[in-house]
């Protein structure tokens, strides 16, 4: 159990790659999709249930535990991986990017952010030592670097002057993390849309050195054409022998999009949040659950997926459910949602594995462009 933090490539396509990233609390085969688990669990998820649909590491938000339950609780009762019962791989974030968008009072500096809870209001500092301490309470396998990440549109000035602090953050972030053999430290390149202030980010990063690289500051507003503009030069910026993670990122397509442009990791809400909102993921595209064309149609979600709720449910049942409000409905949604992402991670290892990556995107946006099954 005494392995160490490492990265291997096992091949790559064009400039997808694919391979693992070694932890001791197990593998993390890449391109790899991370469900989010923000207050400790992915909503409607039994940890086991994230783990049959193939998931090898989950997310959590560093922002949401700091104020409930505290990382000093979580601590105390043992870290988060026994505090949530899963006892793999678990990223956090800094704090950084929810500081900024969900609480109120903000006050920033240079030694950090002072903000108020959005929860009850009580005031708390997160700097880039308080980030590291946070994530080390929390026992995180991949810590994040404190950031800050400015909303698009900005101006130039702002995104320079905004990426060139979290680069001196980075710094800070590297030596407040310490010598912690098998946990890594991920910095991430800012920017914006900018290219030599992504050269910039990435440059400063590489002199500090990390285990791993994100792109970060998109997914916020931009759009898929400027953030597939950034990713066409972004990754190859960062060390091509160490995970490249996308944040935030995506829907399905932004997902095969960015592997296609050299990144490994990636997490969102969007399988476990549509889950809960009636909007389903299948290889034919979106479904929507709600919609009254299902209400006699005894057919499953997808007749090629294997999770609980096509195998076993109709979408007649899963429109009841929803248009009832059952608990079932998150439950049997989101199982499926996280079910089809880790399949498409899969068939995506895969196809990079043997080489035929630009025949398995065809597929995917073909079988996509067909739409939803025909009704009955
Ligand atoms: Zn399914």
Request: with cysteine; net charge neutral; hydrophobic share 40%.
């Amino acid at each position: 159990m005494t392995k160490s933090f490492s990265f291997t490539l096992n091949a790559t396509d064009g400039k997808a790659r694919t391979g693992v990233v070694a932890t001791p609390r197990g593998d993390i085969r890449t391109p790899a999709f991370m469900p989010v688990g923000t207050a400790a669990t992915v909503k409607a998820m039994m940890p086991e249930s994230v783990r049959a649909t193939g998931a090898d590491i989950l997310l959590g938000n560093t922002y949401h535990l700091m104020l409930r339950p505290t990382a000093e609780r979580i601590d105390r009762l043992g870290g988060l991986h026994k505090f949530m019962n899963w006892d793999r791989p678990i990223l956090t974030d800094s704090g950084g990017f929810q500081v900024m968008s969900l609480s109120d009072l903000r006050k920033m500096s240079e030694e950090g952010v002072r903000f108020k809870s959005h929860i009850d209001g009580s005031e708390h500092w997160l700097t880039p030592e308080r980030s590291m301490e946070i994530q080390k309470l929390l026992g995180s396998d991949i810590v994040m670097c404190f950031d800050e990440c400015p909303a698009l549109p900005a101006d130039r000035d702002r995104i320079a002057s905004s990426m060139r602090l979290s680069m001196r953050w980075a710094d800070r972030s590297r030596a407040a993390f310490g010598d912690r053999p098998g946990h890594a430290l991920f910095g991430i390149q800012q920017g914006g849309l900018e290219q030599d202030l992504r050269g910039e980010s990435a440059e400063a990063l590489r002199a500090i050195g990390f285990e791993g690289y994100a792109v970060g500051g998109l997914a916020v507003g931009e759009g898929q054409q400027a953030m597939f503009g950034v990713l066409d030069y972004a990754p190859d910026m960062l060390p091509a022998d160490k995970p490249r993670y996308l944040m935030g990122v995506g829907k399905p397509d932004d997902i095969v999009g960015a592997v296609a442009r050299g990144i490994d990791m990636f997490d969102c809400v969007l399988p476990s949040r549509s889950g809960r909102t009636g909007q389903v993921f299948t290889r034919h595209g979106v479904v929507n659950i709600k919609n009254a064309r299902h209400q006699d149609d005894p057919r499953p979600l997808d007749e090629a997926c294997g999770c609980p709720a096509c195998r076993n449910y109709s979408r007649a049942y899963l429109h009841h459910v929803f248009r009832s409000q059952e608990i079932i409905s998150s439950m049997l949604l989101t199982w499926h949602n996280l079910h089809y992402y880790q399949e498409l991670m899969q068939g995506i290892r895969d196809a990079i594995a043997e080489g035929r990556f630009a025949a398995f995107q065809d597929a995917f946006h073909a079988q996509r462009a067909e739409g939803d099954i025909p009704r009955l």
